[in-house]
């Protein structure tokens, strides 16, 4: 089974700073995938970053970077020049890539961010 | 089309009613999923179609739920004898590739009064 924590129910960083929104998982599979997604007010879900378990280097997208602890099971999201339409509920998420076919995504409880002016 | 589909936007079913979700994925994309998202928690995952083949279903909540994608493309999700506890937010995703992510549509708000 696949679990993904986030512990943060809710952020306010001032615009322009940089921001770090917390994941830890537990999984007992070798091969795995970490995502990070981002939810506005409007409901969809926008892909943000992926980070595969062996991948050596963390994954950056922009203004996005994945700080990938393998040992330590974190997978944080860091943020940084953080901009008003940043204000959104993210969700870390993670897939097996051990077994062919299981492709569902777990997802944790989601951060709401909140950058103020 | 450009994204994934999702209609109605919003649907207010009377207790007990039937209700029809259909879910439009990207063109050519293979996988696709249902997901069920109560107020203020995280999306929790219903069942899974590779083509028009149904994978898994193992979080479907009760023999209430039945999806459907007869020819590997659109994607009807079904709830009979709608109950309360059945108000979400329900999204489909669709992907191309494991690595890729999951595109998302804007989601279906079902409210059952």
Known sequence: AQKITQTQP????QEKEAVTLDCTYDTSDQSYGLFWYKQPSSGEMIFLIYQGSYDEQNATEGRYSLNFQK?????????SASQLGDSAMYFCAMRSLSNFGNE?????????????P | GAGVSQSPRYKVAKRGQDVALRC??????????????AL????????????EAQLDKSGLPSDRFFAER???????????????????????????????GYTFGSGTRLTVV
């Open chain 2, 40 to 51: 203020g928690q995280g999306p929790e995952f219903l069942t899974y179609f590779q083509n």
């Open chain 2, 24 to 37: 439009d994925p990207i063109s050519g994309h293979v996988s696709l999923f249902w997901y069920q998202q």
């Open chain 1, 10 to 13: 809710g952020m306010f960083v």
């Open chain 1, 71 to 79: 040992a330590r099971k974190s997978a944080n999201l860091v943020i």
């Open chain 2, 70 to 100: 007869p020819e590997g493309s659109v994607s009807t999700l079904k709830i009979q004898r709608t109950q309360q506890e059945d108000s979400a937010v329900y999204l489909c995703a669709s992907s191309l590739e494991k690595k890729a």
């Open chain 1, 104 to 116: 569902k995504l777990t997802f944790g409880t989601g951060t709401r961010l909140t950058i103020i």
